[in-house]
């Protein structure tokens, strides 16, 4: 959906009756910053998601050589071409290491070709970083990537990364009772009942840019974080574009959780307590059609069908839940 023909803007201080809510959207440069860091500002400025502060040595490897990308512009007899370096995982397996390959990928309009520089290790159990099976004759600077991986990893043992940071903010902007907009990246609608949580979410961007510790090497700003809010007007047309978007968005989450109640019967769990989390789940999904149906002032039973076939597959895993329960009793 073309954003600017989401976005009207009515109202100064968005507080009369034509404001249906905000369109809002943030974008996240690449972001190391201290745990220790994240949970103070979250105590300075009152916000309700916690990071999680434990790190391990296999999350800091992998998120350190994640970073490591580089695209390379070259010219061969007359012909241009594009290669790409990153690190991937690799089959190798050791129960005292992990280890991750640089590759350098040729891009070419049929097939691209992959060629391997190194390996990158880590050595579980000292914590250090291991470099082998170096292609010497690749002519690129494996050391040099080796280096930045190593210095990225002394980073990440102490800090937490952008998709930690993402997951803070999506748990914060669920709390705004928001509707994912089918859009690239990080674009919601926000009613108009929680317009107000947006500045803190705001501040806590602002905050965490800040204490960024990642550097770009092109010389980008890794201290400006991109996020903004615009108000949606309380029209017939609006809201039409709202019911289509939260039709888009529960789709997805039935999907999903479709998906993990089978999964949860096909592997025979007989949890009450994770039994007792879906039917929050599915009873959040049916208040927030409610509360959307009042806020867009129309019937959204377009999804009724595929939530009753989702009921119909907790109603299945309770029985089997209640079923286990029972033959414990009696086998006592």
């Known amino acids: 959906m073309d954003a600017k023909k989401l976005m009207v803007i009515n109202s100064a201080d968005g507080q009369c009756e034509e404001i249906l809510g905000k369109y809002m959207y943030y974008s996240l440069p690449h972001l190391i910053v201290k745990a220790e860091k994240i949970k103070e500002i979250c105590g300075q400025i009152g916000f309700p998601i916690r990071v999680n502060e434990k790190i391990s040595l296999v999350d800091a490897f992998k998120s350190a050589t994640g970073v490591i990308r580089d695209r390379i512009e070259e010219r061969f007899n007359g012909e241009r071409f594009t290669r790409l ?18 590759v350098e990928e040729t891009l070419d309009e049929t097939t691209n070709t992959y060629r391997k520089l ?73 009613p108009k009942a929680y317009m107000g949580k947006i500045d803190l979410l705001e501040d806590f961007m602002e905050a965490v840019a800040q204490e960024n510790l990642f550097t770009y090497t092109d010389g980008r700003d890794a201290k400006y974080i991109s996020i903004n809010s615009m108000y949606v007007a309380d029209d017939e047309k609006q809201r039409r574009k709202m019911a289509n978007e939260f039709y888009i968005d529960v789709d997805k989450r039935i999907d999903d959780y479709q998906e993990r109640i089978e999964h949860l019967i096909r592997s025979g769990s007989t949890s009450k307590k ?54 414990g009793v009696m086998a006592a």
């Open 118 to 190: 190194a390996n990158f290790t880590l050595d579980k159990t000292d914590g250090s970083l291991v470099l082998s099976d170096v292609d010497a004759c690749s002519g690129r600077d494996i050391q040099g990537y080796f280096e930045r991986a190593q210095s990225l990893f002394e980073l990440y043992k102490n800090c937490i990364g952008s998709r930690s940071i993402e997951t803070m903010a999506d748990k914060y902007i669920a709390g705004m009772h928001a509707t994912g907009i089918s859009a690239r990246g990080h674009h919601y609608f926000v």
């Open 274 to 327: 994770i039994l007792d989390r879906w039917e929050l789940k599915l009873q959040s999904l049916e208040a927030r059609k409610r509360e959307y149906e009042a806020i867009l002032k129309q019937d959204l039973s377009g999804m009724d069908e595929k939530y009753s076939l989702l009921r119909d597959t907790c109603d299945q895993f309770r029985l089997r839940v209640r079923n286990s329960q029972v033959f």
């Open 85 to 102: 370096i990153y690190c991937r995982d690799n089959k190798r397996v050791d129960e005292d290491a992990v280890s991750r390959e640089l």
